[in-house]
Every structure is written in C-alpha cells, then in structure tokens.
C-alpha cells in the first residue's frame, strides 16, 4: 500500500503548508494533494509545494470539471507536470449541482457523458497526434458556425499520459474510472465494504488501477474527542454539502447502511439544528471510514484497509512530523 497526504484546501494566511510537505516527501510518503469548492484552486498550491521539492507526486483531489474548460486543465496540468518533473497525478470530478450551478453558473447535466468527453479531450491535447477535434454535445471543438479552426497544443509534454484520477461516489462513476482513468479518489471509504458496494463496478480494472482513498487520521488517546472530530466533518459533508433534492455526500453514506441515519442528519441540519445533526452521525459510522485512537488501535484497524481493495491511502488531517512518521511506520510496516 502507498501512503500520501491530503492537504484538502488552502484556507487563509499564513495556512503554508510547506514544512509539512517537506517532512512527508523525507518519510517517504508518495504523494501530496491539494483540493478545490469555491476557494482556493486546487493548482496553485501545488506549484507552491512543487517548487519546494523533488520527489514527492502532487496530485489534484479534484479539480473540478466545471471550474475550467477542458484544454484549459490540459494546459495547467501540462505546464505544472513538466516544471515538476513528471510528478503531477491528475484527479478530476464533477463536483455537485450546488457548486456548478451555483458557483460556476453552468447546468449540472450528464456528469459521465460530460466526464468522458472531457477526459479524451484532454488525452489529445498531451498526445500531439493531431489537431484537437471533438464532436461531443458538451464541449465541441472546434466552436460549430464559428470561425475557430483546430489547433494542436504549441508545447511538447514530458509526458503525453499524465495520470488521471476520478472522484467519483455513485457505482456507474467507479465503472467509468475504471475505464477511462488510472485511479479512483473515494472521498468516504469504508473498508469493509467497499467490495460490497462497488465490486462489480470495479471488476473491469487493470491489475495497476489505483484506488486512492481519503480517510482523517487522528492519533490521541481520547477517542471519544477524535471520533468527534470526524462526526464534525461528516455533518457538514452529509448535512449542508449538496441540496435536498441531491447530496452525493449523503447517498453514499445510504449505500453504506445509514440511509435511514443520512436522511435524518440531513432534515435536522437543514432546519439550523446542526448540533442535533451531529449528535446523529453513529459512531459506528465515523469510526468505519476514519482511523482514530492511540496508535495501537489504528494499527488494529487498519488491518480493514490492507484487506480491502483500496492501494493508496491518503491521510487527512495531521500535520507535525511526529504525527506523519507514526502514521507512516503503521501503514507500511
């Protein structure tokens, strides 16, 4: 299993990360990622810590589909994957309607269909085969009655198969990474049954397919306080991450088992009654896609992990050496 370290998003002055970064890629962690809603880009920071280092891969958990056009992500990740030396892995995803209509005022219409146009999009512009062409109803190219012509992109990539990752949470998502990229980005993993709900999604993957999956590390002795932890991020993600009529977040945490517990977490946070909301989050739940408590029960714990099909585990949350080399010396002892 490979170990990185989810940074999530850059949020304010002075939120450098760079000591932190720094620290993982001399422990050997394999990747560092960065994330984007409607703040920081998920791209910046990543340069910011390319340019610090040498080894460690920077991935993108996710860039989202709707924040740009897809040759304009082909551009960015090109530049930053040839200034790091061939270091960039690329997760890209949908995101929600709240966040695309909302933010980013586009339809939120056929996430797969729009996902896999833009996907082979962007594997063009890398390969230099031939001017860029698509024919597809969400982003043709050439502009159809306009005066554009195609063009092919005026750099040469390092790399004309930079990786590609995508966040995906519903079981026809998973088919599609399974088809079309080199990883899958789980935002909620629960081990123990991830086989249950996505094997049949997953049965067409090659033998090298990554799945990397985000799970909060908290290392204390108190865990009732760290399980808080994670039902604190978890009311948000499944309360106030998605609209009533469609929550990603809260669907996913249905297909676990808690479908009757995510509805209620959801009507109670929507009402202003977060507190209730958080008191409603089982622990069985928090517990399952998290790893807490003092390091002789995550290293139990994580036996889930090493059974299950997930290869990468990107850690979330700790941010001291101490902390990031225990989490190391349990996951790839």
Known sequence: MKL???LGYWQRDPDDATETVLAAERLGYDSVWTAEAYGSDVFTPLAW????????????????????????????????DALSG?????????????????????????????????????????????????????????????????????THPP??????????????????????????????????????MYGEALSGRDADFDIAAMVMVVISNDIRAALDGVKMMLTLYIGGMGAKQRNFHADIIGRMGYAEAAAHIQSLYLAGRRQEAFAAIPDELADGISLVGPPARIK?????????????????????EDSLRTIRDLVLA
């Open 159 to 196: 790399r004309p198969d930079i990786p590609v990752y995508l966040g995906a949470e519903g079981p026809r998502n998973v088919a599609l990474a399974t088809e079309i990229a080199q990883g899958w980005l789980p935002l909620f993993a629960f081990p123990g049954k991830i086989t249950e």
């Open 300 to 320: 139990e714990r994580l036996q889930a992990w090493h059974d299950s099909p997930v290869s990468t585990l990107l850690v979330m949350g700790p941010r001291d």
């Open 86 to 154: 061939g270091r960039l892995l690329l997760g890209v995803g949908a995101s929600g309607p709240q966040v695309v209509e909302g933010w980013y005022g586009q339809p939120f219409a056929k996430p797969l269909a729009r996902t896999r146009e833009y996907v082979e999009i962007m594997r063009q512009v890398w390969r230099r085969e031939a001017p860029v062409t698509a024919d597809g109803p969400h982003y043709p190219l050439p502009l159809p009655g306009g005066l554009g012509k195609p063009l092919k992109l005026i």
């Open 4 to 6: 990185g370290l989810n």
């Open 49 to 80: 810590y390319g340019a610090r280092t040498t080894r460690i891969k920077l991935g993108t958990s996710i860039a989202q589909l709707s924040a740009r056009p897809p040759v304009t992500t082909a551009m960015t990740a090109m530049t930053l």
